[in-house]
């Protein structure tokens, strides 16, 4: 690694758990009988490809009963539902092209979805709107203000329409919402403000929503994936030797995990999918989960 490598993985990670992981461990992984999704259906945006995609194949290992994927482009999504069909064991995977920032394909999609009876268990908000890479006031508001719709106002209208299906009484829900650590490390990602801002903004909207549901109704959970090199990276000038790149793998059953009730001790919160799910419960930092409701939130520093 080169010297400007090295400064900015170690500006970048924030290794809040003595134990930093780069690919998926024992604790979430996929497989592991405690973190079956069997019976379950599983929506995911953004998934013809990156971490999506893997989110996606991660649920297809934990056996759920159906893995619906979304994607703008036809050809790619049906491609991705192709391929993880021919991995499953059992699950059904479904390919819906759908633009997840239309409000008119959304408002169709959930349409479809209720008009042949199926009800969504686990919702992946994995699709972003990765922004334009300048200074806020040299791109104007057009380009802030396409961002700010995708990563805020879609994100929200998935969240309503997903919360308020009726899914039968003592039926949880699990949002999961795959966030990035430029919502917080601000120097760091100095050169994407739109990006930082806007996902910021959707990660605290969801933080608020929790705020006021209950985990047994829905457990939300926000999470950094790792950098890991994909199609937006690539478009944002990344090669696969510019960075120590994270594995993929691990964000997928780190999704997998979050929807299981072993991950309600974090509801609400935002977490890094490195940091150590065991040293996050017990010791120091399970006491401060705890007792604290404001670890690991949005809000004021210093305050
Ligand atoms: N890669 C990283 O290092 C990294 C780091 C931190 C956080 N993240 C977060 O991880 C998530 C995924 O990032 P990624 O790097 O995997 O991105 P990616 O490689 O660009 O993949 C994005 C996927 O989303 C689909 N998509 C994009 N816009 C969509 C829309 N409007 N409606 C439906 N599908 C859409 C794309 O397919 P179509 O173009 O066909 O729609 C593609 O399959 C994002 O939330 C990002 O903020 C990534």
Known sequence: MDSFVDSFM?????KLTKTYH??????????RP?????????????ASTGIGYHVAKSFVQAKAEKVIIL????????????SLSAESQGTKVVAIPCDVGSPTAVAELWGRLAGEGTRIDVLVLNAANTGIVKPLMEQGLAGVWEAYDFNVRAQFDMTERFY???LGAGIKKYLIHVSTGAVHNFDATAVMPTYSMTKHAGALTLQLVAYDIPPEDMQVIIFHPGAIFTEAAESQGFTKDSLPWEDVSLAGGFAVWAATPEAEFIHGRFVWAGWDVDELKTGELGKRL?????????????I
């Open 22 to 31: 780069r690919s998926v461990y024992p604790a979430v992984t996929p497989t």
């Open 34 to 46: 405690e973190l079956s999704q069997a019976g379950k259906t599983v929506l995911i945006t953004g």
């Open 71 to 82: 994607g703008r482009r036809v050809d790619k999504v049906k491609a991705a539902a192709e």
């Open 10 to 14: 170690d500006s970048f990670i924030k």
């Open 164 to 166: 308020k299906q009726e």
């Open 290 to 302: 705890k007792e604290d409701p404001n670890f690991l939130k949005f809000g004021v520093n210093g």
